[in-house]
């Protein structure tokens, strides 16, 4: 039986136990194959063909990726992963650089008519960045046209806000069908517009951008929740990846940020028009409830919508010393989690609410609940008596929350009372709770995954999470669900310390309502600041998480003279043993919260542009590099990648007198002798000829650069293969 803890130990090791002895063997693919195809959890939750349409992968942002046969972690592991191209940086605006928080998008066997013409099924990437740009770049090597190539760029923003390090900062959504992406962005006046760009030429189509104005979201019928009133030329957030319903008539926008309340608005992408409206307080001088969480609105197979809401910063401040929120009334749907439906016309209205007990205290001090996404998950349902689930777990607390999300138990008109006990009294915790005793509660409650437990700590630098989470359908059957973070040192404490990632069961009995337990923790992997992790598997099988981290507290600046370096964590998703990391510095500065993609075998991140990581680097990459190098002085010679001919008799000289003295010291932040000649002579290359390291390279020639790439790869080769 799953709900006793003994049993599931016990299986959960013979599980361990048996993949030990198949992993990495054909057999083990073939075995799963047969046994799990067509599992009835898989559908809707899984991301089904290699295009990547959407933030998280589905519209639910189940985080899933179920065909992912290569990225296996054996695979990863093996020493072949590693920098396959990068495509050139997007556009800068004026002097800001450029950054990417929108996770990159991906579409397979895509007909592109770009400046060189036209080029049939290309496999492509998309990228938007804060400088208002989004770029179509080529994902694989085709018809003469390298990886790394941009295909179509176009500056969306003559003039972006903050300008341009908030531009566009949300995720765009594509429709497939018709052809489009659409691009939210935000100019320098505050005005928001919504682009419709074609996919093959990056051309806005007919009609399009339309204005998310006040005019419109002000109009009569349009707003579900009071008289609230949209604003005008103020600095909102506009963060939330866009979701589109599966016909691809309406469009959702999430906003939140200071000192607004939140908003979500639905767009008639066939009439072009703001269709419908939701703030989430009804009064306009209730500024709380942002909806500024990377993932936006999630949406499920019917059509139905999921936002958390967050506090108010400034509410937080005003109220030191007391509880510093509004005094609770109708429709103030702060420290929420909502379900709301789209009806005729696309007008929004509200079908279920869940606050949780602490929603006082926590508000009281900013500490968001809605600072990621929840998740939407399918059980089979005679699993559970409750099968559609809502998973939340970027809350600024660290907690993660379960709820039936066809039966929310809040009320539609207003919060519950406040509370301080989670299971005494009116303000009791509604959610699908554990029959556990919570340790940090002395009694039943919400599960605290990310410590230590605080209402009173939590904002800014003291967070613990601001990310959607990821579901996995394991092998062994369990609904498992990962959560990135930050813990803390101490209650008061910035300081980031493991657990960064850690894993939920969803535990099911077909006679009790579900609960959420924690299964496991990564107990040495430190985040700062990460994104949503991303989970591919084979079938079930083989299953890996993928993390993105910008290795920085969220006050750090991202610009400057030394912007952080953001890192990215492959860790296998049954073991949640570290497979691969990159090398600091191998990624370019980044924008937050935007997760890797993950599909055809390859990784790829957004950072102030696309690179590209896979198996087998040397080979993709030749084409890409090898004609941009083409005419540099010190180029290197197309068969880069291979020793063959190449003379290191120089390289242990050259590397003494030009690199020893920073890399042959034990420091953090400097990648080490050993870590640098894991690198493929390709990529030394690279980085000493066009990257970070061309400095250090200056006045060496082509046969110098060559003989110190060669000499340091193939150092490591002697070393590791006996
Ligand atoms: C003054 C110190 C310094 C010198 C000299 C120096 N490096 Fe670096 N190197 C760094 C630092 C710091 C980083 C990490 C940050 C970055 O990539 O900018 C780095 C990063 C690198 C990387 C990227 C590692 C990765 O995984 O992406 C490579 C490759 C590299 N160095 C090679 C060399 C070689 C080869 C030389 C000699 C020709 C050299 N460096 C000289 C400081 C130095």
Redesign the pocket.
Known sequence: MLSDGRSTRRHRKRFRAVSLTLRGSLYCCLLVILISADSPAKAGNARLSSDNLTYHGTAQRTGWYDNEGLLTPAAVKSGSFGLLWESEPLGYAGTTPPRLFAAPLYVSGLDVTGEAGRTDSLDVVFAASATGFIAAINASAAGGLPAGATLWQRRLLDRPCGNGTRGILSTPVIDRRLGRIYVVGCDESRAWHVHALDLASGASVDGWPLDLSAEAVNSPGINANGDNRFPSGVAMLQRGALNLSADGRWLYVAFGGEPISGWLLSVDTLERRVAGAFSITARTDEGVGGLWASGGPSMDSDGDLYVASGSSFINALEGMGNQGVYPDSDGNWSQSILRLTSGAGGRLRLAGTYAPFNYCQAGGQDIDLGSGTPILVDLPPEDSPNPKLLIHGGSKQGNAYLLDRKRMPGSLVRRQACAEDPIKGAGADTSLLSPDIQPIFGTRGPLNVFGPYSDRVGMGDFAKSRTTPAYLNAPDGRHLVYLTGTAKAAEESSESIPPGLARVEIVVNPDEPPYLRLDAIQPDLILRNPASPVVTSFNRNNAVVWVFDVNVPRSASLYGEDPP?PLLYALDAISLELLWRS????LYPSGKYNEPLVTDGRVFVGTDRIQAFGLGAAMERQGAKASRLHGRRAGPSSNASSSAGIDTTNGPE??EA??A???DQERA???SRH??AR?NAA??VE??TL???QG??MGLDADEVNA??HW?ADSETAVTSP
């Open positions: 370096r090398a600091p510095g191998q050259l590397y030009r690199c003295a920073c890399h932040d400097v990648p870590e640098l690198l990529v030394l980085k000493l990257g970070s390291m250090h390279a110190v790439a340091l």
